[in-house]
């Protein structure tokens, strides 16, 4: 395994990565966090954000997040629950497209079927800029979004070691449920347009597409931190793909490159494609990335 960034020297971690007395404290995730707390908490993510991007997190540290992060999850929280919840509703919204598609007539023109690139090309723009501007930035009403993402999924796997190690930790690593319906609603006008401007067929298309690009996304997101070693890992799509993400999850890069997290088409067009290694390097000597969220 690669050596890890170092963190600066003025972070003197104890043997178990927390800070010693007298130095930023991390005490736990603002995500989901009393409201008494979170304020407190969120000011501690804001140091350990900063700590991250400008050289990296040990290991310990890392550690440490973990285990906090795993502690304050829910008793109730089920992982499984959650993969059938937000795959789920994608795979319904998929099943009824695909039903009332089967039952128009006139059926599918050749035209409609327009609707597909368009769509798959709107949706990867779409991943490209709310990771880009919502999930790296905070700021209202999103916020939560961002306490979840970058102070807590970005400092427990970092591009080194991606993969997840406790079935729980899908709660680190799913969308939230209610954020897939709320995908979900946000698209039903844009298919509702379509079909009354165009044709019922575009509209369910529409759907159709969307709902698949969100399956395909959330499914791709969860292999990329499955063991490397494990049969998903092992897939060559799966290979090429992932290191595109794990890229993403240098600290130190993660706020300028490859945002993209199904297939890197926009990262390509909007020249956020990560820098070659031997240029990362380079940056360490002076040329970071400077951390727009903290």
Known sequence: MATLPVVPPHVDDSPDGTPR?????????????????????RGGEKELVREASARGLTEARRDAVRRRALAEIPWWYSPHA?????????????????VFLARLDPGVRWTDLLVIPAVVLLANY????????????????????????????HMIYVEED?????????????IPAAGVLGIVLAAAPLAIGLAHFWSAAAGWLFLLTTSLFMVSYEVLHLCYHAP??????????????RAHHARHHDPRLMQRYNFNVTVPLFD??????????????????????RNRAA
């Open 21 to 41: 007395p007298g130095h930023d404290a991390y005490s736990g995730p603002s995500f989901g966090a009393p409201t008494s707390v979170r304020d407190d908490r």
């Open 82 to 98: 959650h993969l059938a919840a937000t795959t789920g509703i994608g795979v319904i919204v998929l099943v009824a497209s695909v």
């Open 126 to 153: 779409y991943e490209w800029r709310v990771h880009k501007d919502v999930l790296h930035k905070r700021f209202w009403p999103f916020e939560v979004i961002y306490d979840k993402h970058t102070p807590m999924h």
């Open 162 to 174: 991606m993969a997840v190690r406790d079935v729980r930790e899908l709660r680190l690593v799913l």
């Open 228 to 241: 490397a070693d494990s049969f998903i890992g092992r897939r060559g799509l799966i290979r090429i793909l």
């Open 268 to 289: 390509w067009l909007m020249g956020t494609m990560a820098p070659a290694r031997e240029a990362a390097r380079g940056g360490d000597r002076g040329d970071r990335p």
